[in-house]
């Protein structure tokens, strides 16, 4: 393999970023140690720069260059390198930021880099082994120069193994997910879930968005993955996205606490039904639908049916719980029969006995043919006391 190593001297504000550089790190802060070391010492690890292209491309120095440029550096020593693919280019990068401080959001951009290149590997593979299926492999490997193979020289990446090795070196038989998950120092189960983050990110960008993007990335920093995916999931998610955006709230967090507010208000309230699931009953009698009597603070009295003896019991739940399970509406027949049942609660001549029954049946979800029987014979009682008088 030949050695591009000699070092050359270039004007810093001739030379531009990688458009995946910008793409992963953005614009580069300026670290004040590096500042300060830079205008002691100068550039002491030369610049790396592609010249496939026409455009000289920073690969790797792009804080070294932004410093450059901030104190007034003239000339910088840079390293020039035709790298023979641009997935040549993006290999580099990746592998020579392996070390550097990054967010969270960084990481999740590495990962989705790798595993475009992962993918990428695994059908040059493929292709590859169509081809020898109709090669005669002797003479083949008579002709075969390894020094064209390698993706730059390894004196480019210190202590970093070269070429399209570098691109297998995971574990055989892995997922995808799973390399690039090792890759980044996740899991592939965490990488998968946290995938729809940067689409989301993206997508706000794209459409203007960025200080709703740049909030959502604040809050993958500072919860993690799976609190940021919980959220991409939930029903109110454009709406606590939207507080932030139009500054009602400062971040995630606090526009999380605004919307669970307004969606208790809207949906937590006396008479509301929710389908609860096995898990979430106190007995494994209930039936799963129960309707909400009483708001007390932060908790609500719920009314289930017992499967087994068919009476009426209470239960207490905080809402931020019931906020998690499904709503369910009401038939015209049940409202009906709820009115008819409001109007007799009211009634002058309804005794406290029957007040006592009625209220409890107001928490029914569905009632039974006797309970109906019976609100029909009050409903005659009173109509008759009324023609007597």
Known sequence: MKNYTEVKYFNPNNLSLHTELLRIYG???????????IEKNGIMV?????????IFTIVSGGRRRQIAIA?????????CYSFPSEEAEKHFILSANRDRP?????????GRAW???????????R?????????????EKSNIDDDEHDYYPVVLLDDYRLGTRVLNQSKSGSKT????????????????????????CEKLRSEGRNIEALSLEVYLESVGINPVAKLLKAPNCDDV???????????????ILMANCVQRVSAVVEGAIFFFPDHMLRKSTYVHLGRVVKIANTIATVVFRDKRDGYLYEQQYKCDELLTLEKEGETHSQIRLRDRMNKLFAHEKVTQVEQTVLNLLLGAVVSTPNEIDWLQLIEWRVAGEIKQG
């Open 27 to 37: 614009d580069s802060e300026i670290t004040h140690d590096l500042q300060l070391d």
């Open 46 to 54: 030369p610049i790396v720069v592609s010249t496939r292209t026409p």
């Open 71 to 79: 104190l007034g550096i003239e000339l910088v020593p840079v390293i």
């Open 102 to 110: 990054k967010t969270k959001y960084q990481k999740l951009l590495e």
């Open 115 to 125: 595993e475009l290149l992962e993918k990428q590997a695994a059908a040059a593979r």
């Open 127 to 139: 292709q590859s082994g169509l081809k020898e299926r109709w090669k005669n492999k002797d003479a």
């Open 177 to 200: 997910v799973d390399k690039v998950g090792e890759r980044i120092g996740i899991s592939g189960k965490s990488y998968q879930r946290a995938k729809p983050i940067i689409e989301k």
């Open 241 to 255: 996205l939207d507080k932030v955006g139009n500054g009602t709230a400062k971040t995630i967090k606090e526009a």
